[in-house]
């Protein structure tokens, strides 16, 4: 019974020893083991481990990768002396841990203190050498790889890896915006009422040329009609002559009857003549005719 109860005794005092001996590594982790304060090993791997009980103590480090954001934007001053708020964040990791926990004692805290300094001092310098149209759009992406390689270099001493710096957003302040905005807003009227000025004159331009031509048309074309009528009129004037020569007292009755025609076009016309005028000669040879036929 009695060396039942040493087994006994035995068994749990090795279980004791086993459970403050052991110790295990996530792969999310590391582990540094501390003996009376002093670093003695790394763990980075994940996996079973012992130290000395009693005497060893471990602390854990994540190995994941960490974001530091920035709780409210900060103020940068452009080449153009103009104020910009910057809300950006951090993308960063441990890698030594060692290097880690002596630098900041393993305090995360204090370690995105020192990196948020490191790229809030690289903002400043890159800002300062910029105009806001740089910073928003035409280097953004320019400034954001030099920042994290500053930081990545800076934070080596640490142990630290920066793996990205992003600018999140770049914004001007209220009060800068507003009087922007106006600016913007008059730059914007004076080039519509530029361009409405230049289309009005343009118009006018268009319908003035369009007016010439058009009275040059007119004029070429009454030139055309009146040579064409004039044409006409010769022609006429020729076969008339031709009939004539032919055979003139035909000629002279068929422009009789033509005035006859003429004149006699309506009911209410009201002629007085001699009736014996060369007007009415064809017509009394015509009686006499009708009388001798008789």
């Given at each position: 019974?009695?060396?039942?109860?040493?087994?006994?005794?035995?068994?749990?005092?090795?279980?004791?020893?086993?459970?403050?001996?052991?110790?295990?590594?996530?792969?999310?982790?590391?582990?540094?083991?501390?003996?009376?304060?002093?670093?003695?090993?790394?763990?980075?791997?994940?996996?079973?481990?012992?130290?000395?009980?009693?005497?060893?103590?471990?602390?854990?480090?994540?190995?994941?990768?960490?974001?530091l954001?920035?709780?409210?934007?900060?103020?940068?001053?452009?080449?153009?002396?103009?104020?910009?708020?910057?809300?950006?964040?951090?993308?960063?990791r441990?890698?030594?841990?060692?290097?880690?926990?002596?630098?900041?004692k393993?305090?995360?805290?204090?370690?995105?203190?020192?990196?948020?300094?490191?790229?809030?001092?690289?903002l400043?310098?890159?800002?300062?050498?910029?105009?806001?149209?740089?910073?928003?759009?035409?280097?953004?992406s320019?400034?954001?790889?030099?920042?994290?390689?500053?930081?990545?270099?800076?934070?080596?001493?640490?142990?630290?890896q920066?793996?990205?710096v992003?600018?999140?957003?770049?914004?001007?302040?209220?009060?800068v915006?507003?009087?922007?905005?106006?600016?913007?807003?008059?730059?914007?009227?004076?080039?519509?009422?530029?361009?409405?000025?230049?289309?009005?004159?343009?118009?006018?331009?268009?319908?003035?040329?369009?007016?010439?031509q058009?009275?040059v048309?007119?004029?070429?074309?009454?030139?055309?009609?009146?040579?064409?009528?004039?044409?006409?009129?010769?022609?006429?004037?020729?076969?008339?002559?031709?009939?004539?020569?032919?055979?003139?007292?035909?000629?002279?009755?068929y422009?009789?009857?033509d005035?006859?025609?003429?004149?006699?076009n309506?009911?209410?016309?009201?002629?007085?003549?001699?009736?014996?005028?060369?007007?009415?000669?064809?017509m009394?040879?015509?009686g006499?005719?009708?009388?001798?036929?008789?």
């Open positions: 019974m009695r060396n039942l109860g040493t087994v006994l005794l035995g068994l749990i005092a090795a279980l004791l020893l086993l459970s403050l001996s052991a110790f295990s590594v996530d792969q999310r982790e590391y582990a540094l083991v501390f003996r009376l304060g002093e670093i003695v090993a790394v763990k980075k791997e994940p996996g079973l481990y012992f130290k000395v009980p009693l005497v060893d103590n471990v602390r854990y480090f994540d190995k994941r990768i960490l974001t954001n920035w709780v409210e934007p900060d103020r940068f001053l452009t080449s153009e002396k103009k104020n910009v708020l910057v809300d950006s964040f951090i993308k960063w441990i890698i030594d841990p060692a290097k880690y926990y002596v630098s900041v393993g305090d995360e805290l204090q370690a995105e203190r020192r990196l948020s300094q490191t790229v809030n001092d690289g400043r310098a890159e800002f300062g050498k910029r105009t806001i149209h740089e910073v928003v759009s035409g280097e953004r320019k400034i954001m790889e030099i920042l994290r390689q500053r930081a990545d270099r800076d934070s080596r001493q640490m142990g630290i920066v793996l990205d992003r600018l999140r957003r770049v914004d001007l302040p209220q009060e915006s507003e009087s922007v905005y106006q600016r913007m807003e008059a730059e914007r009227k004076r080039v519509a009422n530029e361009l409405r000025s230049r289309g009005a004159g343009e118009a006018e331009k268009i319908r003035a040329d369009a007016d010439k058009r009275e048309i007119i004029a070429e074309a009454f030139s055309q009609a009146q040579k064409i009528k004039g044409e006409g009129d010769a022609k006429a004037a020729e076969i008339y002559s031709q009939a004539y020569s032919k055979n003139p007292e035909f000629y002279a009755f422009r009789s009857l005035a006859y025609r003429n004149s006699f309506s009911k209410s016309d009201v002629m007085v003549l001699d009736p014996s005028s060369d007007f009415f000669k064809y009394r040879n015509s006499r005719a009708g009388s001798t036929g008789k």
